[in-house]
C-alpha cells in the first residue's frame, strides 16, 4: 500500500543513519528548557513583530536546543516527521514507566482518563470543542476512518486531486472497486497564484453525484496553501461533504479550527506540532459525527461521540498524554511567531539559490499565504533522485524526493531548530553541485 513514506518513488531513503541518540543528549535537551521558555518570556515582553523576533538567533538558539538531534546529519525532511523536543520526549518516557508498574491499574484507570485533559488541550490551543476531536496515531488513520466511514448512494462519485496524498488515493481507489463508485482527479496547477482558478477546476469536474470531496489544506510535494474554506462553501451549497487533509498546515500556518469553518480536518501531530510520533488528530463538527462510520467497530451508544474514532483496543497512552508538552511549546513560540520563523528558515536557503543559477527551478508560490514554509526546487540537468542521494552520501544531507507526473525535484522542510550555519552550507553544496557536478570523494 502507499504511504507517506514511500509513493511513487517520492521519498529518497537513505541508509542507516548509525548509532541511536545517546542518553545523555536527551538529558542535556531537556536541561535546556528552562533557558528556553525564559527566552521566550524575554521576547514577550519586548513586544517585537513576529518578523523580529524570527531574526533574534540567540532566541532561536535557545530553543533549538531542546531538540535532541544529530547534528552530525543535516535533516531537510522535516515535512516527513519531525524530531520531537526534550520536553515531551521525557514526558513521554515518564508516562511508559509509569504504565509499566501496573498496567492494567496505571494505563487503563489512571492514564487512559487523562486523555480528556489533552483533548481540552488541543481544543482550546486550536479553536474547537474537545467533543469536536479524536485523537488518533496519524493523519492517514484519520482520514481512512472519513473517506470510508461516510455512507454514498449507489453510483456516488468522489472528486479529489492529482496532488492528493497516495495513500488517500489508493484508499478511493479500494473504495471504488469495492462499491462500484466514480474517480474524478483533477490536475491543479503548480504554483497556482489565484484561488479563483483552483476553485473553477472543482467546479468544472463536479458532477450531480459528486458527493464526497477531499482537499489538502497544503499539498505535501510542494507546500502549496489550497482556499479549503471557499471549497467548503462550494461543498455545502451543493450537497457534498469535504475532507480537509490538513497534515502539513496544522501547527504551522496561523490559523484556528473555528475561523477555517471546515466541517472536516485532519492531521497528523508529529509534523509540524512537533509531538511524539504515532499522534494524529479528527476534528469533525459535531453535527456531522454520526455520519460517519469508525474503522473499528463502536457501540451503538457512541453514534454521535467523537471517541468512537478512539475505539482501537489497548495502545499505549504515552505518546498522546505528552502531546501536552508539544502545545505548551507550541503556545509558548506562538504561531505567529513560529510561522515566521519558518518563513525566515526557507527564504535563507530558497533566496540565495535561486540567485545563484538560471538552472533553479522553482515548484513552490512565495507570495505570502499561497504555501507553507516548504519549498519544491528542480535544478535543470541534475535528476533529483541521484541529487538526493549524492547529498545524503557525500554530505549527509536529508532531503525529499519529489517525482511527479507534472514536475520533480527536491522538497525542502527545515524546523525550529535548523541553524542559518546549516542552511548556508546547504546552499554552498548545491552550489558545487551547479558548478561541478555530483562528484564523489574517493573512497
Same mark, same amino acid.
Given at each position: 500500500?502507499?504511504?507517506?513514506?514511500?509513493?511513487?518513488?517520492?521519498?529518497?531513503?537513505?541508509?542507516?543513519?548509525?548509532?541511536?541518540?545517546?542518553?545523555?543528549?536527551?538529558?542535556?535537551?531537556?536541561? +535546556?528548557?528552562?533557558?528556553?521558555?525564559?527566552?521566550?518570556?524575554?521576547?514577550?515582553?519586548?513586544?517585537?513583530?513576529?518578523?523580529?523576533?524570527?531574526?533574534?538567533?540567540?532566541?532561536?538558539?535557545?530553543?533549538?536546543? %531542546?531538540? &535532541?538531534?544529530?547534528?552530525?546529519? *543535516?535533516?531537510?525532511?522535516?515535512?516527513?516527521?519531525?524530531?520531537?523536543?526534550?520536553?515531551?520526549?521525557?514526558?513521554?518516557?515518564?508516562?511508559?514507566?509509569?504504565?509499566?508498574?501496573? &498496567?492494567?491499574?496505571?494505563?487503563?484507570?489512571?492514564?487512559?482518563?487523562?486523555?480528556?485533559?489533552?483533548?481540552?488541550?488541543?481544543?482550546?490551543?486550536?479553536?474547537?470543542?474537545?467533543?469536536?476531536?479524536?485523537? !488518533?496515531?496519524?493523519?492517514?488513520?484519520?482520514?481512512?476512518?472519513?473517506?470510508?466511514?461516510?455512507?454514498?448512494?449507489?453510483?456516488?462519485?468522489?472528486?479529489?486531486?492529482?496532488?492528493?496524498?497516495?495513500?488517500?488515493?489508493?484508499?478511493?481507489?479500494?473504495?471504488?472497486?469495492?462499491?462500484?463508485?466514480?474517480?474524478?482527479?483533477?490536475?491543479?496547477?503548480?504554483?497556482?497564484?489565484?484561488?479563483?482558478?483552483? *476553485?473553477?477546476?472543482?467546479?468544472?469536474?463536479?458532477?450531480?453525484?459528486?458527493? %464526497?470531496?477531499?482537499?489538502?489544506?497544503?499539498?505535501?510535494?510542494?507546500?502549496?496553501?489550497?482556499?479549503?474554506?471557499?471549497?467548503?462553501?462550494?461543498?455545502?451549497?451543493?450537497?457534498?461533504?469535504?475532507? !480537509?487533509?490538513?497534515?502539513?498546515?496544522? +501547527?504551522?500556518?496561523?490559523?484556528? *479550527?473555528?475561523?477555517?469553518?471546515?466541517? $472536516?480536518?485532519?492531521?497528523?501531530?508529529?509534523?509540524?506540532?512537533?509531538?511524539?510520533?504515532?499522534?494524529?488528530?479528527?476534528?469533525?463538527?459535531?453535527?456531522?459525527?454520526?455520519?460517519?462510520?469508525?474503522?473499528?467497530? #463502536?457501540? +451503538?451508544?457512541?453514534?454521535?461521540?467523537?471517541?468512537?474514532?478512539?475505539?482501537?483496543?489497548?495502545?499505549?497512552?504515552?505518546?498522546?498524554?505528552?502531546?501536552?508538552?508539544?502545545?505548551?511549546?507550541?503556545?509558548?513560540?506562538?504561531?505567529?511567531?513560529?510561522?515566521?520563523?519558518?518563513?525566515?528558515?526557507?527564504? %535563507?536557503?530558497?533566496?540565495?539559490?535561486?540567485?545563484? $543559477?538560471?538552472?533553479?527551478? *522553482?515548484?513552490?508560490?512565495?507570495?505570502?499565504?499561497?504555501?507553507?514554509?516548504?519549498?519544491?526546487? $528542480?535544478?535543470?540537468?541534475?535528476?533529483?533522485?541521484?541529487?538526493?542521494?549524492?547529498?545524503?552520501?557525500?554530505?549527509?544531507?536529508?532531503?525529499?524526493?519529489?517525482?511527479?507526473?507534472?514536475?520533480?525535484?527536491?522538497?525542502?522542510?527545515?524546523?525550529?531548530?535548523?541553524?542559518? #550555519?546549516?542552511?548556508?552550507?546547504?546552499?554552498?553544496?548545491?552550489?558545487?553541485?551547479?558548478?561541478?557536478?555530483?562528484?564523489?570523494?574517493?573512497?
Amino acid at each position: 500500500m502507499l504511504t507517506r513514506r514511500s509513493a511513487l518513488g517520492l521519498l529518497f531513503a537513505p541508509a542507516v543513519l548509525g548509532a541511536p541518540a545517546s542518553p545523555g543528549l536527551l538529558r542535556r535537551a531537556h536541561a +535546556a528548557a528552562p533557558a528556553a521558555f525564559a527566552a521566550l518570556r524575554r521576547a514577550d515582553a519586548r513586544g517585537r513583530s513576529p518578523e523580529e523576533d524570527a531574526q533574534d538567533e540567540d532566541l532561536w538558539a535557545e530553543i533549538g536546543r %531542546l531538540f &535532541p538531534v544529530d547534528r552530525a546529519v *543535516l535533516n531537510l525532511n522535516n515535512g516527513g516527521v519531525s524530531p520531537t523536543p526534550a520536553t515531551a520526549l521525557e514526558a513521554q518516557r515518564r508516562y511508559q514507566e509509569e504504565a509499566n508498574t501496573a &498496567p492494567a491499574y496505571t494505563l487503563w484507570r489512571h492514564q487512559e482518563p487523562r486523555r480528556e485533559a489533552v483533548r481540552a488541550q488541543l481544543a482550546q490551543a486550536f479553536g474547537a470543542d474537545p467533543e469536536e476531536l479524536a485523537i !488518533v496515531r496519524n493523519a492517514s488513520e484519520g482520514l481512512e476512518a472519513l473517506q470510508l466511514g461516510r455512507d454514498l448512494p449507489a453510483g456516488a462519485r468522489i472528486l479529489c486531486s492529482d496532488q492528493d496524498y497516495p495513500r488517500m488515493l489508493t484508499t478511493f481507489e479500494q473504495r471504488a472497486a469495492r462499491e462500484g463508485l466514480t474517480i474524478d482527479r483533477i490536475q491543479l496547477p503548480t504554483a497556482a497564484e489565484d484561488d479563483e482558478e483552483i *476553485l473553477a477546476r472543482y467546479r468544472e469536474a463536479w458532477h450531480e453525484q459528486t458527493r %464526497l470531496v477531499l482537499v489538502s489544506h497544503a499539498i505535501f510535494l510542494t507546500g502549496q496553501v489550497l482556499p479549503v474554506s471557499a471549497l467548503q462553501a462550494l461543498c455545502a451549497e451543493r450537497g457534498a461533504t469535504l475532507l !480537509v487533509d490538513g497534515a502539513h498546515a496544522f +501547527a504551522h500556518l496561523d490559523f484556528r *479550527l473555528d475561523e477555517l469553518g471546515v466541517e $472536516s480536518y485532519v492531521t497528523s501531530l508529529h509534523k509540524w506540532l512537533c509531538a511524539p510520533h504515532g499522534n494524529g488528530l479528527i476534528y469533525l463538527r459535531k453535527p456531522a459525527i454520526g455520519d460517519f462510520w469508525p474503522l473499528m467497530a #463502536a457501540a +451503538a451508544e457512541q453514534k454521535n461521540d467523537i471517541r468512537k474514532f478512539e475505539e482501537t483496543g489497548t495502545r499505549p497512552a504515552a505518546p498522546a498524554l505528552a502531546i501536552a508538552e508539544s502545545i505548551s511549546l507550541h503556545q509558548a513560540i506562538g504561531a505567529a511567531r513560529k510561522l515566521a520563523r519558518l518563513y525566515r528558515l526557507r527564504d %535563507l536557503w530558497l533566496r540565495p539559490l535561486l540567485t545563484l $543559477s538560471d538552472r533553479v527551478r *522553482l515548484h513552490t508560490s512565495l507570495t505570502p499565504g499561497r504555501s507553507t514554509a516548504m519549498a519544491l526546487v $528542480s535544478f535543470d540537468g541534475l535528476d533529483p533522485a541521484a541529487l538526493a542521494g549524492w547529498l545524503w552520501d557525500e554530505h549527509r544531507i536529508l532531503v525529499t524526493t519529489i517525482l511527479h507526473p507534472q514536475f520533480s525535484g527536491l522538497r525542502i522542510s527545515p524546523s525550529l531548530y535548523t541553524t542559518p #550555519a546549516e542552511l548556508a552550507r546547504f546552499v554552498a553544496t548545491l552550489e558545487h553541485a551547479l558548478t561541478h557536478g555530483l562528484t564523489r570523494r574517493a573512497r
